[in-house]
């Protein structure tokens, strides 16, 4: 199953990061081919990417459920296509890192069906650059707001 | 005209433009006769539309047809050739087509290792005078795109025919009928590998044969005017490279094989209109050679043809950031599925080989100018849903969203847009024809090609199924290219003739950059890839032997 965990240190403290964090809709547009979400209630959201698998792209929408909201450690939800066969996780967690903090991203989408085996060969490949072009937007934008405080 | 530059970036004896079947195999001829050689791709990809095709090259009286016991002959390929050509194309470069493909199919073979098999595929008018139902379509070999190094991610992904493995075992699973034959976790396998298939396969095989020889193609290179001497000869080219002047001089020849115009809108409205249209080749299919070879009077030929498919376009869906098209095959001409037009009537074989079918689209009333089947949709039903693919949605898995469903004929015609009487009065007709396995309004299944492209476990006919069972499908389908297939008109030796006669020296075209010799037909799978490759050939051959200027 295509997953990818990216763990990097974000130049603030671990309060000011989950302040930022534990808002889905603080981060959800750092998504790489972020279109748009649209809030349903505190724990479901549906998120619309465009997704770049190199042999195409294509904006797939996802419901989002948050799973666990664990105050200043992590929050984690779970994703499901709309019209396409794809499931998927994520979490975000923070750990205290002297003054910094350790964030650490995973996030994992699987294609089910008959197909799903070449789907997830052509999605794996892409996780990894996605994840980190994530956790890069949101550190900067962590590390922005630590800045002008 | 383009100016003489003060100083040549590159100077080379035989310059091949685009890197398509057309082009890898020019370079790679050019070079064997002794010729240097540079190519110059326009995009950052190799492999053209041939790498987002089938990779089937079509080889009339092929070597590999007399160890399998298949006749054919000369004689064969050029009756049925010429009926193809429907007498649009000058007999003599019907001719040189057909003396040189298996000539270059053999090459290739031996000196680049591309392997093939005879498909099971008909020609496409099998029927007709010389069409052979076996024998002359030859699927590619699967290729470890590892053994193209630092070039691997150059390869052009396709987006739509990509299955990593070879045409044979593709074939032999019936896949196409039932795609639950195919292992999907050896498929992805082979993916993670580096394993390509089809169409990649083709290019793939074709680039390695050019790096083999020391051909590295220059990348991002796209060639803008044709650059002429006193005497009116091309001896270059002016690109654009990395946004500045690119100056290329060939002193034996320039090969067009810059692939089709369908993605020039301008160009394509004048010479192909049509209502709807949707090009499936490569976005960068935007005429350039067309172009150039416009600039400086080429005579052209053969315009208002394409290599046609009725095509369907998935919402959100991109190639190369434009839309996606994606050409129907079984959703088309598997049992349980039809299409009709707005009258709810059906309009043709659908069955029948995509190119020819594409061409009732264009069919206009002539009292009213309307598009008699513009908009058309396609037809299926539960039954169809629960055995085959639709797209890349396999039976027993729900539609996405794009597509219209209804309990009743009725209600999916009101919800689509077609007449729901006219529809429910096809399918009651349709169904007692399917009952029977017989199609006396459009002889559907009545050809070798019809059910080949059906379920053989499907009967009394494997192209016929009643649709009747809810609940019923629709989505909308139009005119597609794979490719446009006029452009500058040439002689046997492949050079570009001046409209005001004789040729221009210098200059070469092949595969849909040229006027191709097959006119306005479609011989069968894989026309397009043999004709780029053997007027690749022809072209690059001829050019090796001129003086250097």
């Known amino acids: ?149 | 005209m383009a100016k003489m530059p003060d100083k040549w970036d590159l100077e080379t004896e035989i310059l091949v433009l685009g890197s398509g079947g057309a082009g890898l195999t020019s370079a790679i001829i050019a070079h064997d006769e002794g010729a240097k050689v540079v190519l110059l791709e326009k995009t950052d990809k190799i492999g053209g539309a041939t790498a987002v095709s089938g990779g089937f090259p079509w080889i009339p009286n092929n070597h590999l047809e007399p160890q399998a016991g298949i006749s054919d002959s000369r004689e064969d390929a050029l009756t049925y050739m010429k009926f193809i050509a429907d007498g649009q194309v000058d007999d003599e470069l019907v001719e040189a087509f057909i003396d040189n493909a298996p000539i270059v199919m053999q090459y290739i073979e031996e000196k680049v290792g591309l392997k093939t098999v005879i498909s099971e595929m008909p020609d496409y008018h099998d029927g007709k005078p010389g069409g052979k139902a076996k024998g002359r379509s030859l699927g590619p070999d699967s290729f470890d795109s590892n053994e193209l190094g630092e070039w691997k991610d150059r390869l052009r992904q396709a987006p739509v025919v990509m299955f990593p493995t070879s045409w044979e075992e593709y074939e032999k699973s019936n896949a196409k009928a039932d795609p639950r034959n195919l292992d999907y976790v050896q498929l992805g396998k082979n993916m993670m590998a580096g394993i390509v298939g089809m169409g990649m396969s083709t290019a793939a095989y074709l680039l390695k044969g050019c790096l083999d020889r020391g051909i590295e193609p220059v990348m991002e290179a796209r060639a803008r005017e044709l650059i002429q001497d006193e005497d009116g000869r091309i001896i270059g080219v002016r690109a654009e490279k990395e946004g500045k002047n690119f100056y290329v001089r060939a002193s034996q020849g320039v090969i067009l094989a810059t692939g089709g115009f369908e993605w020039d809108e301008e160009l394509r409205k004048k010479f192909v209109p049509s209502p709807d249209f949707l090009p499936l080749g490569p976005p960068s299919n935007e005429g350039d050679g067309l172009k150039m070879a416009m600039a400086i009077g080429a005579e052209l030929g053969n315009m208002h043809q394409i290599w046609g498919v009725p095509s369907c376009q998935v919402p959100g869906e991109e190639y190369d950031g434009k839309p996606l098209g994606r050409m129907t095959m079984g959703e088309r001409t598997m049992p349980h599925s039809i299409m009709v037009n707005r009258q709810g009537k059906r309009f043709v074989d659908e069955s029948f080989n995509y190119s020819d079918v594409a061409k009732v689209f264009c069919d206009i009333n002539p009292v009213t100018y309307e598009h008699i089947n513009v908009p058309a949709w396609m037809v299926f039903d539960q039954q169809f849903k629960d055995k085959y693919m639709f797209f890349v949605t396999p039976p027993g898995e729900p539609v996405q969203d794009w597509v219209t469903q209804a309990d009743t004929p009725e209600e999916l015609a009101t919800k689509a847009g077609f007449d729901p009487e006219g529809f429910k009065a096809t399918l009651e007709r349709f169904n007692e024809f399917a009952r029977k396995g017989e199609d006396p309004d459009f002889g559907r299944g009545s050809t070798a090609y019809d059910r080949y492209q059906g379920d053989p476990n499907h009967s009394p006919n494997d192209a016929l199924g009643t649709v009747e069972k809810a609940p019923f499908y629709t989505v909308p389908i139009m005119r597609g290219a794979l490719g446009s297939k006029g452009g500058p008109a040439t002689n046997v030796n492949g050079q570009v003739k001046h409209v005001m006669g004789g040729v221009i020296e210098g200059l070469y075209a092949a595969g849909n950059a040229m006027a191709s010799t097959s006119g306005p037909g479609y011989g069968g799978a894989g026309n397009t890839i043999a004709a780029g490759m053997t007027w690749g050939y022809i072209a690059a051959k001829h050019a090796a032997k001129q003086p250097k200027r």
């Open chain 1, 1 to 149: 199953m295509p997953d990818v965990t990216h763990i990097e240190t974000v130049k603030a403290p671990l309060e000011a990061t989950w302040d930022f964090c534990k808002d889905m809709n603080n981060w959800v547009q750092y998504l790489k081919g972020y279109e748009k979400h649209e809030e349903k209630s505190e724990t479901d959201s549906t998120w619309w990417i465009k997704g770049d698998v190199g042999i195409m792209a294509k904006t797939v929408s996802f419901d989002v459920h948050i799973e666990e909201w664990i105050d200043n450690d992590k929050v984690t939800f779970s994703m499901k296509g709309v019209s396409e066969n794809m499931t998927g996780k994520g979490s975000l967690k923070v750990d205290a890192d002297g003054d910094n903090t350790k964030l650490t991203f995973y996030l994992e989408i699987k294609a089910g069906g008959l197909i799903g085996p070449m789907v997830n060969a052509v999605l794996g490949p892409v996780l990894k650059p996605i994840a980190t072009d994530f956790a890069e937007k949101l550190i900067a934008r962590i590390e922005e707001i630590q800045a002008s405080q």
